[in-house]
């Protein structure tokens, strides 16, 4: 049986990167400029929780949440952790990246993800894609469909923007 979400399954549909997110420098120069989707996985057969969150404290809030919740949203044996979406892959990655190292930088999506035990291992590909509303739309419904709910640390489904013609 084929393992969705997964590096290979993700590098089948056009991801590329797969870097550990703590070893990124500032800036990224090598991640594209443009507008596409990002996912961040984690590749280990189950997932354990730290009571507080490494991520930074934008605006001087806690990202801190109860294990119990953590636990109640933990998918086992699924890679996938997050999908997102930017107008700028280097951008977007770099302040992930940045709030993984507790700066409190602008980044509260996927502020789950640094409550993970594991949250060193956590590595990020992306795709560039013109369109990055519709392409993570488009990805969360397989995921959810396959799943029947959302990545573990996506809270909310994104915006569709539709564009009159």
């Given amino acids: 049986m084929q393992n969705h979400f997964d590096h290979q399954d993700l590098t089948r549909r056009g991801f590329v990167g797969f870097e550990l997110l703590r070893r990124l420098p500032r800036r990224c ?33 806690d990202p801190t949440v109860s294990v119990p919740l953590l636990e109640s949203r933990r ?25 993984g190292r507790g700066e409190p930088v602008a980044h509260q999506g996927g502020r789950y993800l640094w409550q993970l035990a594991q949250h060193a291992l956590l590595r990020v590909a992306w795709m560039v894609h013109p369109d990055p509303v ?14 029947g709910r959302l990545p573990f640390a996506n809270l909310v489904r994104g915006r569709r923007v539709l564009v009159a013609a």
């Fill in 134 to 147: 519709a392409a993570e739309a488009e990805l969360l419904d397989e995921f959810e469909a396959l799943f």
């Fill in 75 to 99: 998918l086992d044996g699924v890679p996938t952790q997050y999908i997102g979406r930017a107008t700028s892959l280097r951008e977007r990655v770099d302040l992930l990246a940045r709030y």
């Fill in 29 to 61: 120069a090598w991640i594209p400029s443009g507008s596409g989707i990002y996912v961040v996985t984690l590749e280990v057969p189950e997932v354990g929780f730290v009571a507080h969150s490494v991520g930074g404290r934008f605006k001087g809030r």
